[in-house]
Each structure stands twice: as structure tokens, then as C-alpha cells.
């Protein structure tokens, strides 16, 4: 027959140390090695949460609040920014749309060919209404590119001249008179060459004194022969435009450095 007995180190301990009354007693208690144990580990445990309650839950608020702050900074700074590139795309496109109406308005001084009739028409009203006789008005071959820099290097192959040789004869007063209407007339033209001669050369001045003031007037006979050349300066076709364009790049050709 077999006997066999377990022991544990609690049940040594106990063994060993239940003999032995002198342990502290404290309200009641007495403190034996396993009381200790447990009242020991009581101990961490409040203090753990005192711990954990004390400092480490007011650091993780703190951080909460921190962390929350930041990101309402952030979603200020994000609304400025978009706030501010709004404000400077709406300055962009009004910029873009000032300088359309600008390049309108210098359009506009220009014709195009389908005003080139119109205008001819209006130059041959103003003749008769100022009351000089047009002799010649013919164009000089068809209209060119301006790319000489006649006009300002800046509008090189961006307008077209088409020339008139005009020569007309009135009296003085009426030829200086269409002439300051012709430097007023839309769209823009062009006057060069000009040249006058007297028909007769020698004619009657009348000298005029009344109310202390002196006159001269010429008799009617005072006919001025004027000759000149006339730019009417137009806009390009969008054909002439696009065949002025650089052509493309070649497939697999890299830009030109600049472009």
C-alpha cells in the first residue's frame, strides 16, 4: 500500500510560520505574511488609481484639449488659405477680364476686312462733306502684314496696312479742316507723304482792320492740291493668324529651350 502527500510552498509557509505568534497587530488585524501579502497588494492597487486618477487622466485631458485646439488652428489656417486663394483667383480673373476689355477697346480702333467697304464709304462722305474734290484714291496693291516696326515692335505680324495713294485739291481752310477729320476717324488710319501745292500761286490777300483788330482773308481762289499716302490699318484673319502660328514640334522632338 502507498501513501502519498502533496505539499505546497503556501502550505510550508503557513506551516512553518502559523507557529509563530509574534506578528504586529493593528486595528484588530494581525498582520501574518499572507495579510501583509494582501494588504500589500491593496496598497498598489489604490495607488495605481491614485495615480492613474491624480496625474495621468488631468495629462491625458490636457493632451485631448491640446490635440483639439491644434486641429482647430489648422481648419483656421486651411479656411484662410482657401479663403485667400479665392480672393486671388477672383483677382486673377478680373485682371483676365480687364485685359480683354482692353485688347477689345484697342481692337476696336483697328478695321477688319469686312469694314475695309464701310470705311472707303465714310472717307468718300467726308470729302463731300467738306467740300474738296477727290482726284484719285487708289490702293496700293494688297494689304501687308506690318513686321517692320513701323508701328511698334510689339504689334509685329499682329496687324495688317492696306495703302491708298489719295490726292484731292480744295481751299485752304476746307483741306485743313478734313485733314483734322481724318486723323479723328475710327477706325485708325494713317497719313504719311502728305504733300500741298498751291493751284495758283499768286492770288489776292485781303487785310481786314475793325474794332482794332486785324484780318487776313484770301480770296476764294486760295485751292490747295494735295497728295498722300493712306495706311488703314487692319486686324488679322484668324487664317492669317494660325499661318503665322510656329508650327508644332515634331513627334519626339523636345521644345525649343524657352518654350
Known amino acids: 500500500m502507498t501513501f502519498t502527500e502533496d505539499y505546497t510552498t503556501t502550505t510550508i509557509l503557513d506551516s512553518e510560520f502559523e507557529g509563530n505568534e509574534n506578528y504586529p497587530t493593528a486595528f484588530g488585524i494581525t498582520f501574518t505574511p499572507r495579510v501583509t ?63 480683354e476689355d482692353r485688347k477689345t477697346q484697342v481692337l476696336g480702333l483697328f478695321a477688319n476686312s469686312n469694314d475695309l467697304q464701310t470705311l472707303l464709304l465714310d472717307l468718300s462722305q467726308l470729302f463731300q462733306a467738306r467740300k474738296v474734290s477727290l482726284l484719285t484714291f487708289s490702293p ?16 509685329n505680324n499682329k496687324l495688317k496696312r492696306q495703302t491708298f495713294l489719295v490726292t484731292f ?28 501745292d498751291l493751284v495758283k500761286p499768286d492770288f489776292p490777300i485781303k487785310v481786314i482792320k475793325k474794332d482794332n483788330q486785324v484780318q487776313i482773308k484770301a480770296e476764294p481762289n486760295d485751292t490747295l492740291s494735295t497728295s498722300m499716302t493712306l495706311e488703314v490699318i487692319l486686324t488679322l484673319t484668324p487664317e492669317e493668324i494660325a499661318a503665322l502660328a510656329p508650327p508644332p514640334p515634331a513627334s519626339g522632338d523636345s521644345p525649343a529651350p524657352g518654350k
Not at 500589500?40 to 488631468?58: D, T
Not at 490636457?62 to 485646439?69: A, R, S
Not at 496700293?140 to 504689334?155: A, E, F, Y
Open 37 to 99: 501579502g494582501i494588504s500589500l497588494g491593496v496598497l498598489g492597487i489604490v495607488g495605481a488609481f491614485y495615480i492613474l486618477f491624480s496625474f495621468f487622466l488631468p495629462a491625458w485631458d490636457e493632451y485631448q484639449k491640446l490635440v483639439t485646439d491644434e486641429a482647430a488652428k489648422q481648419q483656421e489656417v486651411d479656411t484662410q488659405k482657401a479663403s485667400q486663394l479665392e480672393s486671388r483667383l477672383a483677382q486673377a480673373e478680373l485682371k483676365l477680364k480687364q485685359a
Open 169 to 196: 485739291k480744295g481751299s485752304f481752310g476746307n483741306t485743313h479742316n478734313l485733314i483734322r477729320d481724318l486723323e479723328r476717324l475710327q477706325p485708325l488710319i494713317v497719313m504719311k507723304d502728305l504733300k500741298t
Open 140 to 155: 496700293q496693291g494688297d494689304p501687308v502684314i506690318v513686321g517692320d516696326s513701323s508701328l511698334g515692335p510689339t504689334v
